[in-house]
Structures are given as structure tokens and as C-alpha cells.
């Protein structure tokens, strides 16, 4: 384990120590406090010894991931009994089906725009943020954002979760494009560890066709005008990797018919044989196929990038969204 993330957990269960025998004090409180108590000395022990994160079955690391999440774990997963086997299995499906609900409606065709998109988790829950929000009735516009947080499982699908809440709850403050990267960026930055991060792509789009694209280091949304393609690269570093950072945008004004496509690196990093789906080949299939509706051109490229694959295990989440100016 990181000894970054080894100090933040051993700072997590002091304090939790120091609420614990607060509770303990409390007579009436002490029985059911008391075993989780000696549970969090024991952690804070093994921090001290050395022996933290060491499965106490087969020796082996504990999934780095799951400590972040309860960092009195003593365990792998390959050595969970049958019971503990059943409560994670319970817990991820419960994660799957919150993470399922926050999902926006799909197959939209809203102030001038249509959207279709393709989400789907490598695991359990995913660590990819796909989102549709509208401004409000007041002002007409919509926003539509993509990112991929690092790491995977549910630590990831955890910060996930933070920047729906994020973007939800800032969105009708009415902030700049600009504006709104920079704040998601401050608050994950002061409320995660330093190793966790997230590429972002934030787009404003209003009725009339005008775009406001900011791009937080995520790969470069592929724009066709007039059957041309343009990669719309970034404007700035990820979210979450500097608590004070700036960010710009890149506007453009799309007409009817005109294409956007955002896409996670499940896409392109897809490997089958060694060799990688790619820049290339994503490009030459819209380059082909831009003119199909947006739900018909996320289906096309996910048949390419399957057939592609030849039924290989997905190894990390995808998610595809297409938009198109009415």
C-alpha cells in the first residue's frame, strides 16, 4: 500500500478511536461500541507493526481499494468465507443498483439536441461518470458531461458518485463552464487522497447550436462538421489533482446535423491480441457512419469494438455517448 494512503487511514482510525471512546464512556452505549473498539486498535496496531493490509488467512495484500473503503478488513477476497462472501455480494449489488439509478434518461431530444448513450461497468459498479442535466425552463440549455475516475471497483464508483453530487448541486448556481470544472476540481481535491483523480469532459451546449467544451485531461471528443472530424483536445489537467487549479474552454456553434462523440478509454484501450482498438479505427467508423442517428451510431461503434474484441472479457468500464444537433 501507498504510504500515502497507509498515513490517511491510520489518521482515519484515530479519530474514529477517539469518537469510539468518547461512546464507550457512555455506559449505556459501552457493550455495542466496545468489540468495534477493540477492532480499530487492532488496525492501528497492525499500521504500527508493519502488518497492515496483510491478508491474516493467506499472507497475501488485501485489495487496496476495499481498505479505503473499511480499513478494518483483515482479509483478500479469495478468503472471505461463506458468509462474508454473501454480505459483499449483497453490498455490490445494493452499489450497482444506486449507481444504476443515477444514470440519466437516455435517448433524449431535448432543446434542440438528441443524445444516446452506452454505459457499461468492467465489474460490479463502475468508476466512469456519464451524465445529462438540463439548465432549468428559465434558460434552455444542457450540459452534458463524461469523466473516468482513476482506479476501478468501488473506490472508484464511490468518487463517481461525489461528482454526480458535485455537478448536480453546482449546475444550478448558474457558474461558467470554467467555473464549474475548477470548483469539482477544488472540493475533490481537498476531499480525496492525493492518488485519486478524475478525467473530465464538461459541455455546455445552448439551443441556438453554441458549445462550451472544457476538457480536464480526458481523451479528445471526436467533433464532425460538414463530414469533417475534429479532436477537440484538453484545456487542462484532471480534476482532483491540485486543490487550486484553472481551466479554460474551447467554444464552437454546431448546425443541424452536426455530430459530437465522448467516449471513456474503455473504448480505445480495448486490447484483443495485443493490439489496441485505437484512435484510428474509431475515427474511421464515424468518419463512416456520422450521419446515423445518435442512438443507431453508439450501437454501431459498440458492434465494431465487440467484433473487435472478439468476445474477450472487458477489462475496463466503457461508456459511449453521441449528441446531435437537431
Known sequence: MEQENLERIRVQLADRRQRLNQAVSNPAAAVSYANLLKEVDAALERIEDGSYGICMICKGEIE??????????????DDLDTRQRK?????????????????????IRANGWEVSYYYEPAGAVSGD???????????????????????????AS?????????????IPLRLSVAELVEHASSLMCESTI???????????????????????????PLLVKNGAIQ?????????????????????????????????????????????????????????????????????NLLKDVNDFAAGAARRDDLTIMAIKKL
Open 64 to 77: 487496496e481499494d476495499r481498505l479505503m473503503v473499511n480499513p478494518l478488513i483483515t482479509v483478500c477476497l
Open 231 to 299: 479532436k477537440i483536445n484538453a484545456t487542462g489537467v484532471p480534476v482532483g489533482l491540485f486543490c487550486n487549479t484553472e481551466y479554460s474552454v474551447n467554444s464552437f456553434v454546431l448546425e443541424k446535423g452536426d455530430t459530437l462523440l465522448l467516449y471513456s478509454d474503455g473504448l480505445t484501450e480495448t486490447f484483443f491480441n495485443e493490439e489496441e482498438y485505437g484512435m484510428q479505427r474509431l475515427t474511421e467508423n464515424l468518419g463512416k457512419n456520422y450521419l446515423l442517428e445518435p442512438k443507431e451510431l453508439v450501437n
Open 129 to 155: 461518470y456519464c451524465d445529462i442535466i438540463e439548465a432549468g425552463d428559465s434558460l434552455p440549455e444542457m450540459f452534458f458531461i463524461l469523466g473516468d475516475v482513476s482506479g476501478k471497483g468501488i473506490a
Open 87 to 107: 454480505y459483499l455480494e449483497a453490498d455490490l449489488d445494493l452499489a450497482r443498483r444506486i449507481q444504476t439509478g443515477m444514470l440519466p434518461k437516455n435517448n
Open 194 to 220: 492525493s492518488s485519486h483523480y478524475a478525467t473530465l469532459l464538461c459541455i455546455k451546449a445552448a439551443s441556438n447550436g453554441e458549445l462550451e467544451i472544457c476538457n480536464a485531461g480526458h481523451l479528445p
Open 158 to 170: 464511490m468518487l463517481m458518485s461525489h461528482l454526480h453530487a458535485m455537478f448536480h448541486s453546482m
